[in-house]
């Protein structure tokens, strides 16, 4: 007995070792099996499949993919005072891997509560929660597969007015999560400097701020320079 895949995880999954076995809306990628490697909080699988390549051939692969289930962020912008409000907290992995302190400034966001959750409760959620602020009209932006090589999630890309008046709540993250989130208000003008410094450096930050120069909210503004 294995769990995750004929008894529950300690989330209560089953059936792990199924997933991308049914798949057939590419004719040229045939599922041969999947193992189930790790069911602890994330997935891990490992997928043979049989690939055609473009002279006709087949070829057998092996994947492994880290299944995180997927994600929403949104840039939460004031251009009457030409700020954004983002975060800053502890990420171990950019921590093990080079970042200074860990301590990442990021748009707020997270992670669906599952499959069935759509995208823009999950980020008015995760501002309420991180930020303190209830927005109001939220704009969709664009979906992006973050790093398509070893991970599964696809993030949903948002864009909120905030302001004064939106702030509704402490913010800070949650207790029961471990959250120690801290707030920050920047013009709009200093986020950008901030990325070409590498004091931000987290990608949906950057897509979403260069975004919002490009064609967003600060697109026929002086701030965006």
């Given at each position: 007995?294995?769990?995750?895949?004929d008894?529950?995880?300690?989330?209560?999954?089953?059936?792990?070792?199924?997933?991308?076995r049914?798949?057939?809306?590419?004719?040229?990628?045939?599922?041969?099996?999947?193992?189930?490697l790790?069911?602890?909080?994330y997935?891990?699988?490992?997928?043979t499949?049989?690939?055609?390549?473009?002279?006709?051939?087949?070829?057998?692969?092996?994947?492994?993919?880290?299944?995180?289930?997927?994600?929403?962020?949104?840039?939460?912008?004031?251009?009457?005072?030409g700020?954004?409000?983002?975060?800053?907290?502890?990420?171990?992995?950019?921590?093990?891997?080079?970042?200074?302190?860990?301590m990442?400034?990021?748009?707020?966001?997270g992670?669906?509560?599952?499959?069935?959750?759509?995208p823009?409760a999950?980020?008015?959620?995760?501002?309420?929660?991180?930020?303190g602020?209830?927005?109001?009209?939220?704009?969709?932006?664009?979906?992006?597969?973050?790093?398509?090589?070893?991970?599964?999630?696809?993030?949903?890309?948002?864009?909120?007015?905030?302001?004064?008046?939106?702030?509704?709540?402490?913010?800070?993250?949650?207790?029961?999560?471990?959250?120690?989130i801290?707030?920050?208000?920047?013009?709009?003008?200093?986020?950008?400097e901030?990325i070409r410094?590498?004091?931000?450096?987290?990608?949906?930050?950057?897509?979403?701020?260069?975004?919002?120069?490009?064609?967003?909210?600060?697109?026929?503004?002086s701030?965006?320079?």
């Amino acid at each position: 007995m294995t769990a995750g895949v004929d008894t529950p995880d300690r989330r209560g999954r089953t059936g792990l070792d199924r997933t991308g076995r049914d798949l057939t809306r590419n004719p040229r990628v045939k599922v041969r099996d999947v193992k189930l490697l790790s069911s602890h909080w994330y997935v891990e699988r490992t997928t043979t499949f049989d690939i055609q390549r473009a002279d006709g051939t087949w070829s057998t692969q092996e994947r492994e993919t880290h299944d995180r289930g997927n994600g929403a962020t949104v840039l939460l912008y004031d251009t009457e005072r030409g700020t954004v409000l983002l975060t800053r907290q502890f990420r171990f992995p950019v921590y093990v891997n080079g970042h200074p302190d860990g301590m990442l400034i990021e748009t707020p966001g997270g992670l669906l509560d599952d499959e069935d959750e759509h995208p823009e409760a999950a980020v008015r959620r995760e501002v309420i929660e991180e930020t303190g602020h209830t927005v109001g009209e939220v704009r969709h932006v664009f979906d992006v597969y973050m790093s398509p090589g070893s991970v599964t999630e696809r993030v949903a890309f948002y864009a909120a007015a905030y302001g004064p008046s939106t702030r509704t709540h402490e913010g800070g993250g949650l207790d029961e999560e471990g959250e120690d989130i801290e707030i920050l208000e920047l013009p709009f003008r200093r986020a950008m400097e901030m990325i070409r410094t590498g004091e931000i450096a987290d990608a949906k930050t950057i897509m979403l701020l260069q975004w919002a120069a490009l064609e967003g909210p600060f697109a026929d503004s002086s701030a965006r320079t």
